[in-house]
T-cell receptor, first 115, second 111 residues
C-alpha cells in the first residue's frame, strides 16, 4: 500500500485566497483525521471522520475552515479566506477499527505558507 | 494544564549514551499509551505501544505507571539515527479513535 497520500506537499498563497488540501487514506481504513502542527501549539486535531461521517470538529479553529469526505478514499480540508496565522503543516492520518486500531498512519503533510 | 505533558528538551547526548524521556497525562480514564517518533520535516510514526507491565523493543524500553499517570521511554546505546522528536501519545475511552499528542521532546545524538 502506498500509505496516506496528501497533496499538495507545499502550498504558498496570499492572504485572502482559498486553499484546498487533499488526502487519500489507506484503503480499508475507516477513520480519517486532519491535524495541524506548529512550533507554538504542537500537533492539534482539527476534525475526524468515521465511515465518511464527521464525528468531532471541535478542533476546527473557526468558520474559515471546512472539511469534507465525499467517499472512503478522499477528503479535503479547505481554508477560505486564508490568513498568515494559518501557516502550518497540515497532516492527514487514517486508522482502522480492527486490529491495533489505535495506530494512526500519517501522510507526509502539506506545508502551508500564507503571506 | 495540558492533557499530556512532556519534558521540554531538547536533549543533546553523545552516541552510546542512555537517555530517558518522561511524560505525564491528566485523564485517569486513559487506556492506551504510545510513543511516536517524528523526524525533522517528516510525519509522526508509531515507535511503540506502552503496556502496563513495561515492554522492550531492542534498545527501547517503555514503562507505564497508572497510579502516577506517568509514562517513560528509555533509549540505550543511542545512535545518530535516533535523533528525532519523540511524542508521548494517549488514548482515552470514549474518544473513539482520537489520540492526544504531547508536544514532543527533541533528541539530538552527537557523534
Amino acid at each position: 500500500d502506498a500509505g496516506v497520500i496528501q497533496s499538495p506537499r507545499h502550498e504558498v498563497t496570499e492572504m485572502g485566497q482559498e486553499v484546498t488540501l487533499r488526502c487519500k487514506p489507506i484503503s480499508g481504513h475507516d477513520y480519517l483525521f486532519w491535524y495541524r502542527q506548529t512550533m507554538m501549539r504542537g500537533l492539534e486535531l482539527l476534525i475526524y471522520f468515521n465511515n465518511n461521517v464527521p464525528i468531532d470538529d471541535s478542533g476546527m479553529p473557526e468558520d474559515r475552515f471546512s472539511a469534507k469526505m465525499p467517499n472512503a478514499s478522499f477528503s479535503t480540508l479547505k481554508i477560505q479566506p486564508s490568513e498568515p496565522r494559518d501557516s502550518a503543516v497540515y497532516f492527514c492520518a487514517s486508522s482502522q477499527t480492527s486490529g491495533d486500531g489505535n495506530e494512526q498512519f500519517f501522510g507526509p503533510g502539506t506545508r502551508l505558507t500564507v503571506l | 494544564r495540558k492533557e499530556v505533558e512532556q519534558d521540554p528538551g531538547p536533549f543533546n547526548v553523545p552516541e552510546g549514551a542512555t537517555v530517558a524521556f518522561n511524560c505525564t497525562y491528566s485523564n485517569s480514564a486513559s487506556q492506551s499509551f504510545f510513543w511516536y517518533r517524528q523526524d525533522c520535516r517528516k510525519e509522526p510514526k508509531l515507535l511503540m505501544s506502552v503496556y502496563s507491565s513495561g515492554n522492550e523493543d531492542g534498545r527501547f524500553t517503555a514503562q507505564l505507571n497508572r497510579a502516577s499517570q506517568y509514562i517513560s521511554l528509555l533509549i540505550r546505546d543511542s545512535k545518530l539515527s535516533d535523533s528525532a522528536t519523540y511524542l508521548c501519545v494517549v488514548f482515552a475511552s470514549g474518544s473513539a479513535r482520537q489520540l492526544t499528542f504531547g508536544s514532543g521532546t527533541q533528541l539530538t545524538v552527537l557523534p
